[in-house]
């Protein structure tokens, strides 16, 4: 189905509330390498996608593919190990309809983490980004999870998009990273469609016009969550630095992806734990 209305959205909903006794208000969507953080998780009750009507089920290495609802620092939480990508065959309104269903459960903040490849030349593999803006060259090119007939009910059919990512949210991942004197990064992520990894001469362009770091998720999630009315946080991990030499030898390979996961998901956690214990 290329659109989806309230009808999904409640019916995924539904299902989500009669398996668990949990109410969230925080959403997180965890991107590759990532998905351990919800071991903190107390009274967790596990839901696979494919049993949640209209969700679209992970197929990349890295994405377990389930719902983890429960209780984490205070907040009832609701946490995707992973996610589904446009590359996969999936449209943008499928993507993000998990986004929708938490909406309708009254999800109003929302936290989404990806690895990321860095292209800031002062970037290295492992590093955390705090994301200040997005570049949506998909929806520049007319893929929109928006795309199609707006419901008012669920959110202006031209929202605005000047505070993406929350600034009282930033604030309080900074000061978490300064706490626990995590290195956090701040910088401008851009979604390419995928699933192959950049040209050199692509990298090369995305510099230039002013990315910091490049992936293959997070954008459309955003917007949609900003359409929804929520308040969104983003974190890139940095997997690997892009290659913009054609003569380089090395090579970007997904395993390197998810590696960097394992290494940093420690540092991530953290700050995420310190950004729920500070937020009301």
């Known amino acids: 189905m290329e659109y989806y209305g309230r009808a999904e959205f409640e019916e995924s909903a539904e299902l989500i509330r009669q398996r668990t006794s949990h109410r969230?208000?925080?959403?997180?969507?965890?991107?590759?390498?990532?998905?351990?953080?919800?071991?903190?998780?107390?009274?967790?009750?596990?839901?696979?996608?494919?049993e949640i009507p209209h969700f679209p089920v992970a197929t990349v290495a890295g994405h377990i593919g389930e719902l983890v609802i429960g209780r984490w620092q205070g907040h009832g939480v609701a946490i995707m190990r992973g996610?589904?990508?446009?590359?996969?065959?999936?449209?943008?309104?499928?993507?993000?309809?998990?986004?929708?269903?938490?909406?309708?459960?009254?999800?109003?903040?929302?936290?989404?983490?990806?690895?990321?490849?860095?292209?800031?030349?002062?970037?290295?593999?492992?590093?955390?980004?705090?994301l200040v803006d997005h570049m949506n060259l998909m929806g520049m090119g007319g893929q929109s999870p928006l795309r199609g007939p707006n419901d008012d009910s669920l959110g202006?059919?031209?929202?605005?998009?000047?505070?993406?990512?929350?600034?009282?949210?930033?604030?309080?991942?900074?000061?978490?990273?300064?706490?626990?004197?995590?290195?956090?990064?701040?910088?401008?992520y851009v979604m390419l469609a995928g699933p192959a990894f950049e040209t050199p001469a692509e990298i090369r362009f995305l510099r230039m016009i002013g990315a910091d770091a490049v992936g293959m998720s997070t954008v459309h999630e955003v917007i949609a969550a900003r359409h929804a009315g929520m308040r969104t946080l983003g974190f890139s991990l940095i997997s690997?630095?892009?290659?913009?030499?054609?003569?380089?030898?090395?090579?970007?390979?997904?395993?390197?992806?998810?590696?960097?996961?394992?290494?940093?998901?420690?540092?991530?956690?953290?700050?995420?734990?310190g950004v729920l214990r500070r937020l009301q």
Do not use: C, W
């Open 156 to 188: 202006p059919r031209f929202p605005d998009m000047t505070q993406a990512y929350d600034l009282g949210l930033r604030g309080l991942a900074k000061e978490a990273a300064l706490e626990l004197g995590v290195v956090l990064r701040e910088g401008v």
């Open 240 to 273: 690997n630095t892009a290659i913009a030499e054609p003569q380089a030898e090395s090579e970007t390979t997904h395993e390197e992806v998810l590696e960097a996961g394992k290494q940093a998901a420690p540092r991530l956690t953290a700050i995420i734990r």
């Open 83 to 130: 996610r589904a990508h446009f590359y996969e065959g999936y449209s943008l309104a499928q993507a993000t309809l998990p986004l929708r269903a938490m909406r309708m459960l009254g999800v109003d903040t929302l936290i989404v983490t990806n690895a990321a490849g860095g292209l800031n030349p002062q970037y290295q593999a492992g590093d955390l980004m705090l």
């Open 24 to 50: 969230p208000t925080v959403g997180m969507i965890l991107g590759s390498g990532l998905s351990g953080l919800v071991s903190e998780v107390s009274s967790p009750d596990v839901i696979p996608y494919a």
